[in-house]
């Protein structure tokens, strides 16, 4: 399995966690010009902005790792576009969708709400 096919099977997987927890996926992959938002949902009033990290069971970082300062810079830009361009007004939170894909191509997929603090 390629890095990219590993990345959109955690893509998928983290999308179906969430509609079987009760979101409602609104875009997967929204893109304009460089911005990019791998999951946007909603549950109930807020609007959750979504990356997802997926990587290989037993690798030497886990997804968790994967967040860095810039990317959550490069969100929190692209969140803003988002909202800009679908006119929504909605609360929002920045969560981590945290994969782990197994040899045999199980997944687990570990929601963390709230992975990244936004102070507009």
Known sequence: MTTAET???GER????YLRRAGYE???LNWRQGRYELDIVARKERTIHFVEVKTRRLGSL???EQAITPRKFRALRRAAGSYLACTGDDSEIQFDLAAVEIAPDGTTQVR???EAMECNW
């Open 7 to 9: 990345g959109r099977a």
């Open 13 to 16: 997987a983290a999308a179906e």
């Open 25 to 27: 996926i609104c875009a």
């Open 61 to 63: 970082t886990t997804p």
């Open 111 to 113: 929601l963390i709400e």
